[in-house]
């Protein structure tokens, strides 16, 4: 039902999990753990998923946070439930320990970060949109106002889709090559004509560095290639599905 990082589980008052499809009442596409209610699962269904993953955290059901991801280097700053409406951003950061911040994703990368000894967590959506735009960097500024210090931040990188199943278009190839030429590194050469293979994985690994992380892990576990444990928007996209589920990652205080 779920995955946990080493390193997050041996820092102390930190709860989290990367929850994977297992272990929840969907079916059919959204088989069976799907935490998205952006998706066209069954409402009901999406909302005993994300019930027992607060279960598993310690927290009430209204009490696992998250945002309306768009794509964005933005971060929210949760001190508890959203009262309405959920803010659209791809970051949240937090001190309270009433709350369980949860990401979810089908392909893009999945962050939890934390400061245990200034008891600050956070959690980050990076695709490469988010990843290309600042969300890592953002996030830690965000987690430094509330008295993190950046030398101290563990961020770990859940399932992503990896290189070998992430091809893209020559167009997509000089956007990153027209930013820093040395961003030609995270491309290779796929089977098609002036198409590449790019690394998330490895350009979210760089932007953690530059955002001065202290440790960064991924865990190196690719969504599309890995069917029975995680969804992947673009195997779904290959199949020509007509959506998908998204599985959550979340980090709490304990």
């Not at 280097?73 to 803010?87: E, I, K, N, S």
């Not at 770990?156 to 990896?162: A, E, F, W």
Request: proline content about 6%; overall charge neutral.
């Amino acid at each position: 039902m779920f995955i946990t990082s080493p390193d997050l589980a041996a820092e102390p008052g930190i709860r989290h999990a990367f929850f994977t499809r297992e272990g929840g009442v969907s079916s059919g596409i959204y088989a069976s753990l799907n935490g998205g209610p952006g998706s066209a699962d069954d409402p009901a269904a999406v909302r005993e998923n994300r019930a027992r993953m607060a279960r598993h955290l310690h927290v009430g059901p209204d009490q696992l946070v998250s945002v309306h991801q768009v794509h964005s280097p933005d971060v929210a700053l949760v001190t508890g439930p959203w009262p309405d409406t959920r803010p659209k951003a791809d970051a949240m950061v937090t001190v309270s320990r009433d709350v369980a911040l949860a990401v979810s994703t089908a392909d893009c990368g999945p962050i939890l970060f934390a400061d245990s000894e200034a008891r600050v967590i956070g959690a980050a959506h990076a695709g490469w949109k988010g990843a290309f735009g600042g969300v890592l960097g953002a996030t830690v500024t965000e987690m430094e106002k509330l008295g993190a210090r950046r030398e101290r931040i563990l961020a770990v990188l859940g399932p992503t889709i990896s290189a070998a199943a992430y091809e893209v278009g020559p167009e997509f190839v000089e956007r990153f090559k027209a930013e820093n030429a040395t961003y030609s590194r995270f491309f290779t050469a796929s089977g098609r004509p002036a198409h590449a293979m790019f690394d998330l994985p490895a350009f979210i690994a760089l932007k953690a560095r530059e955002a001065g992380i202290g440790r960064f892990v991924d865990l190196c576990l690719c969504t599309y290639g890995d069917e029975r444990r995680f969804f992947s928007y673009r195997r779904t996209t290959h199949r020509g599905e007509p959506d998908y589920g998204r599985q959550i990652a979340a980090i709490a205080l304990g």
